[in-house]
């Protein structure tokens, strides 16, 4: 089965233009130009566009796409080269959750502080975002501040969540010094996630009060 480009694009749905692009960065074959007529494109370019667009749709990068293409039509390649392709792309995706995580927890923070009825000039988001610019470094120590009378906490020297329990923090560790990432699991069950659960809920109630 032959097909025009525009064709290939409406059953793969993308646009003309996207075909073109994945051409340009060597995802896709662009078949020769007869000396009369439109190139002819088979059914495997569509397939290959699904392919694509699923990959992008797991979080993969074009670079990274290409590589499993490359493992695809490689003869030699087993499942195992390709599970470690996902694993790394599992470990980074765990890694910028821990990360958001964080950031999150800042966030929600300095939210907390600003009852939402004063003047623009005293707003404590803006004064924090203006005299933090570490935020979440700053909040981290004010935190540790906090709690030092009233319970030990461990933190992971890596990626520098906070752990009520020994344990935890040295899982926290060993994963991070590991694969160079956080793990989402481990992650979930420090002091800043469980500061998010609180905060959260305590701002619905003012909202809706």
């Known amino acids: 089965m032959k097909m025009t480009i525009s064709q290939v694009a409406q059953l793969s ?7 073109r692009f994945y051409e340009r960065a060597g995802l896709l074959n662009q078949p020769a130009r007869p000396e009369t007529g439109y190139r002819q ?3 495997d370019a569509v397939k290959r566009i699904q392919f694509i667009k699923r990959a992008k749709e797991l979080g993969f990068s074009l670079k ?19 599970k470690k392709q996902a694993q790394a792309k599992m470990d980074e995706i765990e890694s910028k959750i821990a990360s958001l995580l964080r950031i999150k927890y800042a966030l929600a ?12 000039e005293s707003c404590p988001i803006l004064e924090a ?81």
């Open 64 to 82: 990274e796409i290409a590589e499993l293409l490359t493992l695809r039509m490689e003869p030699a390649t087993t499942c195992a080269d390709v």
């Open 129 to 209: 975002l203006e005299h933090e610019p570490v935020a979440v470094l700053a909040l981290n120590e004010n935190r540790q501040e906090k709690h030092m009378e009233t319970v030990e906490e461990y933190q992971c020297p890596i990626c520098q969540l906070h752990f009520r329990e020994k344990s935890l923090q040295q899982q926290c560790e060993t994963w991070c010094r590991t694969h160079n990432s956080c793990n989402l699991h481990i992650a979930s069950q420090s002091q800043e996630a469980q500061k998010i659960a609180q905060i959260r809920p305590k701002q619905l109630r003012e909202e809706q009060a």
């Open 13 to 19: 749905g993308v646009g003309v233009e996207t075909v």
């Open 109 to 120: 923070h300095i939210a907390a502080r600003c009852s939402g009825d004063t003047p623009r």
């Open 41 to 43: 494109y088979s059914l």
